[in-house]
């Protein structure tokens, strides 16, 4: 058996990135771009700071903004739309997972007119031809999406979310400036943290998982733990780590998948509109301890990542449960709720835990799962 990697063609680190976009645009030859960018983004003058250096340069662009936290088929239906009338050549996607979710399914449509219908792209998607060409620039340091060849889009009408999966859909170029994420709030810096950290945790423990993905998890993991608490206070060099940490986690779990924590996340998304961040952090430590069994030594590893001391003089049951509290630790202190209690209504876990298991992340998960026991994870929050 081989494993993959795909990885963007290029990417630019540190402050001051954003000045590459110029040069990459005019070395590839783009003549007008697409910028996806959410309308909170355009309102703070984030999105400002890329479309100055396009007004410099005397590059040409049109900005589409209808995107939601969590992007809906009408959304990008409507990005299909407005992209066939800009006649660009290219997007550039600012702004977080929503953004830049939404521009890979529009630039995926404009290329396989066949799957013009937005649900045919759920799962893996046998798509023939490269997206249009995208470059990403994240403002949060949590999705990784500018480095992974997943996206997800909310179904409104079925209340679910669904994960589409395409090596086509990745960025050709990422560019993670921390400057770019100095004015998220500590709200959302802790939940795209938290979002992080569960991509390095998953992608460490799912069953894909080998030598080089873990790699890139663990040193993820420990980038956050020492990262994420002065990022919430907007300390640079918190930023600066966390800038990073969310990437090389995405160079990981993009390659080998995740686990129920995204699939349940996934359907408190699409049923109550919950921050994706926010659901996975009050998941993880929870589904930790499910998944504990079937994780070997790895916890051991998860536990020296976040700072755990004298791992090795520990029992089994030891390390995997200073893991669990380490992590849960690592949710209190940035501010993140502990429990379910005013997000799941008891009438609607039924729902919740059939659509977290038919969730594309399930598969994935180390320990096999059913919907029973999903059941009881949620209820076991409330």
Excluded at 201 to 224: N, P, Q, R, S, V
Excluded at 300 to 324: H, L
């Amino acid at each position: 058996m081989s494993n993959r990697i795909v990885l963007n063609e290029t990417s630019y680190h540190g402050k001051g990135a954003i000045r590459a976009i110029v040069d990459e645009v005019k070395q590839r030859n783009f003549k007008k771009a697409f910028v996806c960018s959410d309308p909170d983004l355009i309102r703070f003058n984030v999105t400002k700071k890329v479309l100055d250096l396009l007004d410099e340069a005397s590059l040409s662009y049109e900005v589409y903004s209808d995107i939601k936290p969590n992007p809906t088929i009408e959304n990008v239906l409507s990005g299909v739309e407005a992209f066939k009338k800009s006649q660009a050549d290219y997007i550039i996607a600012i702004g977080g997972g929503s953004s830049m979710d939404t521009a890979k399914a529009i630039g995926i449509i404009i290329k396989n007119e066949e799957f013009a219908d937005v649900r045919s792209l759920e799962g893996v998607a046998p798509t023939k031809n490269k997206c249009v060409p995208i470059i990403a620039v994240p403002t949060t340091a949590g999705t990784a999406a500018e480095v992974t060849i997943n996206y997800v889009i909310t179904d409104v009408e079925k209340q679910r979310k669904f994960v589409c999966v395409d090596v086509h859909d990745i960025p050709v170029v990422a560019v993670i400036d921390p400057d770019m994420m100095s004015t998220m709030p500590k709200g959302l810096t802790a939940a795209t943290g938290m979002d992080a950290l569960t991509h390095a945790i998953e992608g460490y423990i799912t069953k894909a998982a080998w030598e080089m993905t873990d790699m890139f998890h663990l040193k993820a993991i420990e980038l956050i733990n020492k990262s994420l608490r002065d990022a919430v206070n907007n300390v640079d060099a918190g930023r600066e780590g966390m800038a990073l940490a969310q990437y090389i986690a995405g160079m990981g779990f993009s390659n080998v998948g995740l686990g129920i924590v995204h699939s349940m996340a996934h359907a408190l998304g699409a049923v109550y509109d919950t921050p994706h961040g926010v659901a996975n952090a009050i998941l993880l430590p929870t589904v930790m301890e499910y998944n504990a069994s079937e994780t070997g030594e790895k916890y051991r590893e998860i536990a020296r990542a976040m700072g755990v001391k004298n791992v090795d003089n520990m029992s089994q049951d030891e390390y995997r449960k200073a893991a669990c509290d380490a992590v849960r630790q690592l949710s209190i202190d940035v501010g993140i709720p502990q429990d379910l209690k005013n997000i799941v209504k008891e009438k609607d876990i039924d729902f919740l835990a059939e659509s977290a298991y038919a969730d594309a992340c399930r598969p994935g998960n180390p320990k096999d799962t059913s919907v029973e026991d999903i059941k009881a994870l949620y209820r076991s929050l409330l």
